[in-house]
């Protein structure tokens, strides 16, 4: 009886199975009917100094989405380096999933001088760096600094250091803080809350940034035996611990990890994107839109149970995180030693 059902089974199984097996490719036809495919050349480099440039990234022309280019640069004999396109910002790490950059943005400073003619302290403007634009986010693009992971630290003995980002050059954003210190020995190594050292969080939406520190140590020429510079950056808070050291010297070439937020900002939301076929990122078939939580636009996950690319199809794409075929398309045969009947041998 259990040899003739597992004939049927069989049987029924060989009849379905070219169909089966035929169905992914029936899947990539409908998606292509859908305007939903995407095709990246297996040329297209897939890492840069030991870092994976997963799609929509990409390095060179037809290797990745629109704003999403990273450059891959040799760095002066050090290997190469991947950087955000069109800025010197080396990238360390990029997700497809979540939506997250990892990136060494570099310290700000304005260093002073005791003006000889009267004796004030003056901005030693052959020792600053407000602003580069090679070392900047774009303004104009799919990043936006993390508010979830990063904050801007500010350093100095009598320092207010600001920051701010300029949208369509308006003013869309500043904050800041205060850090001052009552006596030379006043800052603490690994205490930042004002003594030397201060720290705020940074809004959402915030982008190319420029830093500013009005003069407030004019009449304190004895500061700069203990803190001859104002230093301001954005950091991944679990990343940076303050040191009193740094007052004194901190390294200007210095960078600090920090964490990015991206998205598809072609459109303002998934409901919108949904809208347009021939635009929509999420080519998987086993993908879902998110909305961006930092700006507008929206990105792509792969649907619970899966994992892998949700901006690619096939099996570049979301794909099940456990599957048998061979339990699918074959089950088991009866056991030739039991019989249906409990508890007995055959």
């Known amino acids: 009886m259990l040899a003739s059902n597992y004939s049927t089974i069989m049987s029924t199984a060989a009849l ?62 050090a290997g190469p380096v991947p950087l955000l396109a069109n800025t010197s910002i080396p990238v360390v790490s990029l997700s ?12 700000r400073w304005q260093c002073y001088k005791v003006n000889v003619s009267d004796g004030k302290v003056v901005g030693n403007m052959e020792d600053t760096s407000f602003f580069n634009h090679q070392k ?75 830093f500013e520190f009005p003069n407030i140590r004019k009449e304190m020429p004895q500061m700069l035996n203990y803190s001859p510079c104002d230093y301001a950056f954005i950091v991944d808070e679990d990343n940076y611990t303050f040191q009193s050291s740094d007052l004194r010297h901190m390294d200007r070439t210095r960078t600090m990890p920090a964490r990015l937020d991206w998205a598809i900002r072609e459109m303002p ?40 690319n949700p901006y690619l199809v096939g099996e570049s794409g979301c794909t099940g995180k456990h599957h048998s075929a061979s339990l699918l398309f074959y089950p088991p045969p009866p056991s030739p030693y039991c019989s249906a009947t409990t508890g007995a041998y055959a």
């Open 96 to 107: 497809a999933d979540p939506p997250e950059s990892r990136v060494l943005l570099p310290i």
């Open 136 to 210: 900047n986010i774009p303004s104009q693009g799919i990043y936006r600094i993390s508010n979830k992971h990063n904050v801007l630290f500010v350093l100095g003995c009598a320092t207010i250091g600001i920051v701010m980002t300029f949208k369509n050059q308006t003013l869309a954003y500043s904050s800041g803080c205060m850090s001052f210190c009552r006596s030379a020995t006043a800052a603490q190594d690994g205490q930042c809350a004002g003594d030397g050292c201060c720290k705020v969080a940074i809004q959402p939406e915030v982008t190319s940034v420029v």
């Open 269 to 308: 939301s998934c409901a919108h994107a949904k809208d347009a076929a021939d635009q929509y990122a999420c080519k998987s078939n086993h993908s879902e839109c998110v909305d961006s939580t930092n700006g507008t636009g929206y990105a792509c996950k792969c649907s619970q149970g899966y994992e892998g």
């Open 16 to 77: 379905f199975l070219p169909a089966l097996l035929l169905l992914p490719s029936l899947l990539a036809a409908t998606a292509a009917a859908e305007g939903r495919t995407i095709t990246v050349s297996p040329t297209c480099q897939g890492s840069c100094g030991g870092v994976d440039i997963p799609y929509p990234f990409g390095i060179g022309a037809g290797c990745y989405r629109h704003g999403f280019e990273i450059n891959c640069t040799d760095a002066g004999g």
